[in-house]
């Protein structure tokens, strides 16, 4: 019988040495081996406890103080996985190679031993020391202004480009398959330039703008981006937040990314357009100006960090033979996107905005 030592040795001893029991019988009693009373209660006498005897178990020879140490000067020198300023990397099997070991005591010795976990490397916008400062700076102010759950005002915007290939996760994509599938079934095919859309999306609390599509071939600059986008947002507000003189036109606020045609003017030979942000402090209640925004954050906006990736994997699981169907795709996976997830990211913004602030304007992801 295979019983837990913890309890066996003390319960063995107390029958023996304090009840007077033939140590034959505690044995019979148990249903254990002989061996095992006579090892409880000699292990006792000897050392006083229960507990194994230091130094007993199988030596260690991989795992040895010399291993680990050599071990920890390496990732001293380079901690990632791959080759850094001419050092190279130590994933297990380069370490596992480095210290003459095997992989499985290499990885032991760095979860185990040093107590190390593997992260993985993230994408970021590439943030310098000035944009690091204005951004600290401005999320600060957008705490407080949309403080006391203000947040849900506004109206989040983006663009982003879709194309009728279909996506691939390199690491999540798989196929579960008894032999190995056929190249033609496990390749994702690509091609140079891709057809695809150019599609702007509005999302807020309890609310989706009706998407916009920007016809292919057409530069997205100020007049474009006014005439195309903004007016007809405009109308939609009026008719979905209430006119100017109603109580809720004036309830939210238009959000919108740093852009060059968010901010800049365009010239041509009969007029002189006005700039967008004129244009927005003049048709719209209240919006969040370039100034206000920070730049190179696409992880403050609730369709980068959370609604496009969403849309992407359900309009882009299998590839399109067409524009057209690309668009119907996005429309009715748009649709059907769940608003609660929706609602879910902008109140994540308010925590986000925390994280800008305790990374002083750097990454948090």
């Excluded at 309890?7 to 148990?30: G, I």
């Amino acid at each position: 019988m295979n019983l837990d030592n913890n309890w066996f040795r003390p319960a063995a001893c107390y029958l023996v040495e304090v009840m007077k029991r033939n140590k034959s019988e505690v044995a019979d009693f148990f249903g254990v081996e002989r061996h095992r009373v006579y090892d409880a209660v000699k292990r006792y006498n000897e050392t006083g406890g229960h507990k194994n005897r230091k130094g007993q178990g199988r030596k260690r020879t991989s795992r040895d103080e010399a291993h680990i140490k050599e071990a920890q000067n390496h990732l001293n020198q380079n901690s990632h996985t791959k080759k850094k300023n001419g050092v190279t990397g130590n994933s297990k099997r380069k370490l596992a190679k480095k210290l003459q070991i095997s992989p499985t005591s290499a990885y032991e010795i760095l979860t185990k031993d040093l107590k190390l976990k593997a992260w993985k490397k993230t994408k970021g916008q590439k943030l310098n020391v000035k944009q690091k400062i204005n951004r600290l700076k401005r999320a600060k102010a957008l705490k407080t202004r949309f403080g006391n759950g203000g947040h849900r005002r506004i109206l989040f915007t983006d663009e982003k480009f879709f194309t009728i290939e279909e996506g691939h996760n390199h690491q999540n994509d798989r196929i579960w398959s008894s032999s190995k599938p056929s190249k033609e079934v496990r390749v994702v095919q690509h091609q140079m330039k891709p057809k695809g859309v150019m599609v702007w999306c509005g999302v807020g609390y309890d609310t989706k703008a009706p998407l916009i599509f920007v016809k292919a071939g057409i530069k997205i600059d100020t007049d474009v981006y006014r005439k195309e986008i903004l007016e007809p947002v405009e109308d939609w507000a009026m008719d979905h937040y209430g006119t100017t003189e109603e109580v809720y036109w004036n309830d939210w606020c238009f959000q919108q990314d740093s852009a060059p045609s968010h901010a800049s003017v365009h010239e041509n030979e009969d007029k002189f357009e006005i700039p967008t942000q004129k244009w927005l402090s003049e048709h719209f209640p209240d919006f969040i100006t370039k100034n206000e925004w920070p730049a190179s954050s696409p992880d403050l906006n609730p369709l980068d960090y959370a609604c496009w990736s969403i849309l992407e994997a359900e309009v882009n699981a299998e590839s399109h033979q067409s524009v057209e169907s690309l668009k119907q795709a996005i429309i009715d996976s748009f649709k059907n996107m769940d608003q609660k997830i929706i609602n879910k990211s902008i109140d994540d913004w308010m925590n986000r905005l925390d994280k800008v602030i305790s990374a002083n304007g750097g990454h948090f992801e």
